[in-house]
């Protein structure tokens, strides 16, 4: 049966100080290590044994991946990592303090770049601190200024269909971990989240949540495994 658990990683940080992160590469705090650390012993816990696990290139969320799987005992698991499981682009907002900007632009607006489903946030000026464009994890890619939920579900979705979905169709067991925005864009995929309702989908930190799928990769049942800290998940495709 094919098996997935989406990992948001833990707190970094620039989330403990409130700034829009994006593509900057920032690393894990002390409490985003444990949220890592229990986020495997859940796992460990249920029982789950993966085959393959992929993670972005950023630092926050391959820590985390790394720290989950030893604290499942599964150091060994091979890991993929791939910009295209990034967190969204906040394009000219990267490095700003959220509180902040929200005074100078309004909290309506704030709440239109942050959560909407297809409004970007200003492009990032070339050539300033937080160009990625000369960046060597992304040699060859068509590195963005910005990006929305749907931009990110752009990239994420090409991605899913050409190295995550064919293992999962001979069966395998799979951990993502990954960002709020490149994990929203997943669940929205297999969920068939509509986009007005997507914007409500919240993953919590280090709280895996394991999805299981049928042949055709349609989600049959879903649960935090951490039910304490559980978020509102989407209804299954074909129920209401």
């Given at each position: 049966?094919?098996?997935?658990?989406?990992?948001?990683?833990?707190?970094?940080?620039?989330?403990?100080?409130?700034?829009?992160?994006?593509?900057?590469?920032?690393?894990?705090?002390a409490?985003?290590?444990?949220?890592?650390?229990?986020?495997?012993?859940?796992?460990?816990g249920?029982?789950?044994?993966?085959?393959?696990?992929?993670?972005?290139?950023?630092?926050?969320?391959?820590?985390?991946?790394?720290?989950?799987?030893?604290?499942?005992?599964?150091?060994?698991?091979?890991?993929?990592?791939?910009?295209?499981?990034?967190?969204?682009?906040?394009?000219?907002?990267?490095?700003?303090?959220?509180?902040e900007?929200?005074?100078?632009?309004?909290?309506?607006?704030?709440?239109?770049?942050?959560?909407?489903?297809?409004?970007?946030?200003?492009?990032?000026?070339?050539?300033?601190?937080?160009?990625f464009?000369a960046?060597?994890?992304?040699?060859?890619?068509?590195?963005?200024?910005?990006?929305?939920?749907?931009?990110?579900?752009?990239?994420?979705?090409?991605?899913?269909?050409?190295?995550?979905?064919?293992?999962?169709?001979?069966?395998?067991?799979?951990?993502?971990a990954?960002?709020?925005?490149?994990?929203?864009?997943?669940?929205?995929?297999?969920?068939?989240?509509?986009?007005?309702?997507?914007?409500?989908?919240?993953?919590?930190?280090?709280?895996?949540?394991?999805?299981?799928?049928?042949?055709?990769?349609?989600?049959?049942?879903?649960?935090?495994?951490?039910?304490?800290?559980?978020?509102?998940?989407?209804?299954?495709?074909?129920?209401?």
């Amino acid at each position: 049966m094919p098996t997935l658990v989406l990992l948001r990683h833990g707190q970094s940080q620039w989330n403990l100080e409130n700034r829009f992160t994006g593509w900057v590469d920032v690393n894990l705090t002390a409490e985003g290590e444990a949220q890592a650390k229990k986020g495997g012993e859940l796992i460990k816990g249920a029982g789950i044994v993966f085959d393959h696990a992929f993670t972005s290139v950023l630092t926050r969320a391959i820590r985390t991946c790394n720290i989950a799987l030893t604290a499942a005992g599964q150091a060994w698991v091979p890991v993929t990592k791939d910009w295209r499981l990034n967190e969204r682009h906040y394009g000219g907002l990267t490095g700003l303090d959220k509180a902040e900007t929200a005074a100078l632009h309004g909290d309506a607006q704030v709440k239109v770049w942050r959560r909407s489903y297809d409004v970007p946030p200003p492009e990032l000026e070339e050539g300033g601190e937080y160009d990625f464009a000369a960046d060597p994890r992304y040699k060859g890619a068509q590195v963005p200024s910005t990006e929305s939920l749907k931009t990110t579900l752009d990239r994420v979705e090409p991605y899913w269909d050409e190295e995550i979905a064919p293992e999962l169709q001979v069966g395998e067991t799979l951990l993502i971990a990954a960002h709020g925005n490149s994990l929203r864009a997943i669940v929205k995929l297999l969920f068939a989240v509509p986009d007005d309702a997507i914007v409500d989908v919240e993953i919590p930190t280090g709280n895996p949540l394991l999805i299981e799928l049928d042949a055709k990769l349609r989600p049959t049942a879903a649960r935090y495994l951490d039910t304490a800290r559980a978020t509102p998940l989407p209804a299954l495709p074909g129920t209401k």
